[in-house]
């Protein structure tokens, strides 16, 4: 049985340094860089990984979706590299593959705010579709937060991988920076109009309503100030996205006033 691990990256060498030498179980590695500019290509070559070179398109699941074509295993396991598959997955993915109907499986995560294992908030289980049959499953292309598409039934595994998203505040707040402004764009797509009502819901209903269910319904409070702080910037996405998207309409009536 060969199992293909595929994974994308940017600027994610001191992840993958950490990560590529714990998958040597698996039959390949291939690694798709996004214009990087750091040593992440010289550690995926140093670590035996087939890499390939992509434009860093802010849609990230268009090149997991060339990660996977490219892979040749008879199952393919996607993995970011700020996650980690514990010994105990592992032997468990290895045994659940000697024989199985499943197209596919999924498995829960667990998030890693700051070094702490964030049980709460409805951030976990926040279970994941990652291993499959090749030619059994793909991406849409259509929204950087979209799932998986399966062809077939999809298993379960008991054991979790674990995700290692901010080990400091400022990493946070870099990746908040990115995820807001990729929602905006997909606001501005849409044709979202910026209006009192719309300002009404994104400024206020949304992020509220948001932070109530998770800190307060989900329990969020119970993970402490790392709780808290997942919780608030949670609920403020919606309102920086929409703040960008209005920046964006801004910038783009001040041009269009330019050429006339």
Same mark, same amino acid.
């Given at each position: ?45 140093d670590n035996g990984c087939k890499v ?35 010994a105990n997955l592992v032997e468990e ?24 294992? #964030?049980? +709460?908030?409805?951030?976990? /289980?926040? &279970? ?7 030619? $059994?499953?793909? =991406? ?59 300002? #009404?819901? +994104?400024?206020?209903?949304? /992020?509220? &309503? ?7 319904? $989900?329990?969020? =409070? ?22 960008k998207l209005w920046e964006m309409n ?11």
């Amino acid at each position: 049985m060969k199992i293909s691990v595929t994974i994308i990256g940017h600027n994610e060498v001191d992840h993958l340094r950490l990560l590529l030498p714990e998958l040597k179980w698996a039959s390949e590695i291939v690694y798709v860089d996004c214009e990087s500019h750091d040593q992440s290509l010289e550690v995926a070559k140093d670590n035996g990984c087939k890499v390939f070179s992509r434009p860093n398109n802010h849609n990230l699941n268009i090149n997991k979706s060339y990660s996977i074509e490219k892979a040749t295993g008879d199952w393919l396991f996607y993995i970011d590299p700020d996650e980690r598959l514990p010994a105990n997955l592992v032997e468990e993915i290895k045994d659940v593959l000697k024989d199985t109907k499943f197209s596919a499986f999924s498995m829960n995560r667990r998030n890693h705010y700051f070094g702490r294992w #964030l049980r +709460y908030g409805s951030q976990y /289980p926040d &279970t994941q579709l990652r291993l499959f049959r090749k030619g $059994k499953a793909s =991406f849409p292309n259509l929204h950087v937060h979209e799932k998986l598409v399966v062809e077939g039934d999809i298993g379960k595994l008991k054991n979790d991988i674990l995700h290692f998203p901010y080990q400091d505040i400022s990493q946070f707040l870099r990746k908040f920076n990115f995820y807001t402004g990729i929602e905006a764009l997909y606001l501005k797509d849409a044709g979202l109009e910026i209006n009192i009502l719309n300002t #009404l819901i +994104y400024t206020l209903f949304k /992020p509220l &309503t948001r932070f109530i269910r998770r800190y307060i319904f $989900k329990g969020g =409070f119970r993970d402490g100030l790392p709780g808290l702080f997942c919780s608030l910037f949670d609920a403020l996405n919606y309102f920086v996205r929409y703040f960008k998207l209005w920046e964006m309409n801004q910038h783009n009536k001040g041009k269009k006033e330019e050429e006339l």
